[in-house]
C-alpha cells in the first residue's frame, strides 16, 4: 500500500483591492453580471466572468426555475456561452462572486462540485490552465491557478470520444 497525497496552493487576498488591475476588472464585471441573477428562490446572487485567450469576457449568472433542478450555476452559464460562441478560444481566468438578498457574504464563494467538473473539462480541452478567482461580498479573495488544483483525481476519459 502506498499513500498519496493531494495537495494544492491558494493565494489569499485580504481583499480585492490587493489584486491587479486586470483581475479587479474581471471581478467587477463578475459583479455586475451577479446583479443579473434570476434567483427567486434561493436570493443567491452568483456572478461569473471569463476571461479568454484573446481577450473577450463572458459573465454568467444563476438561472433558478420553480422545478429546482432546472436551473442553472453562474458559472456554467457563463462557460457554457463562451463554449458556444467561441469554441476555438481557450478561457484564461474566471472571476466567480456572490451576494445575498438574506446575509452578507464575507467568505470566498466555493464552486460546486458540477461547476468544477464542466470547468477542468474546458481547461483540458482548452489545453491551458484556467485561474479563479473567488470572493465574496467583502473579504478574502482566493486565487487558484488551475481548475485541477479545486477538483483533483476528477473523471476524464478520453477513451469515451467516438
Ligand atoms: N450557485 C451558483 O450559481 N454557483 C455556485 O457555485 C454555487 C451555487 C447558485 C445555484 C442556485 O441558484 C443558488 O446559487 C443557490 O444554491
Redesign the pocket.
Known amino acids: 500500500m502506498k499513500k498519496l497525497s493531494i495537495t494544492s496552493t491558494i493565494e489569499e487576498y485580504d481583499s480585492s483591492a490587493e489584486l491587479n488591475a486586470d483581475d479587479q476588472a474581471l471581478l467587477a464585471k463578475a459583479k455586475d453580471a451577479g446583479k443579473n441573477a434570476y434567483?427567486p428562490y434561493?436570493a443567491?446572487h452568483?456572478g461569473a466572468a471569463l476571461r479568454l485567450e484573446n481577450g473577450v469576457i463572458v459573465t454568467g449568472n444563476?438561472q433558478?426555475n420553480v422545478a429546482y433542478p432546472s436551473?442553472l450555476?453562474?458559472?456554467r452559464v457563463a462557460i457554457f456561452s463562451a463554449g458556444a460562441n467561441y469554441p476555438n478560444v481557450a478561457v484564461n481566468t474566471i472571476a466567480?462572486t456572490?451576494a445575498s438578498a438574506k446575509f452578507s457574504v464575507n467568505r470566498p464563494?466555493?464552486?460546486?462540485g458540477a461547476?468544477r467538473q464542466v470547468i477542468a473539462e474546458y481547461e483540458r480541452k482548452g489545453g491551458k490552465d484556467i485561474r479563479i478567482i473567488l470572493a465574496g461580498e467583502t473579504g478574502a479573495v482566493y486565487i487558484v491557478s488551475a481548475m485541477k488544483d479545486l477538483l483533483p483525481l476528477s473523471f476524464e476519459a478520453d477513451e469515451l470520444k467516438a
Open positions: 434567483a434561493s443567491f452568483v444563476n433558478e436551473g450555476c453562474a458559472e466567480i456572490c464563494l466555493s464552486p460546486c461547476c
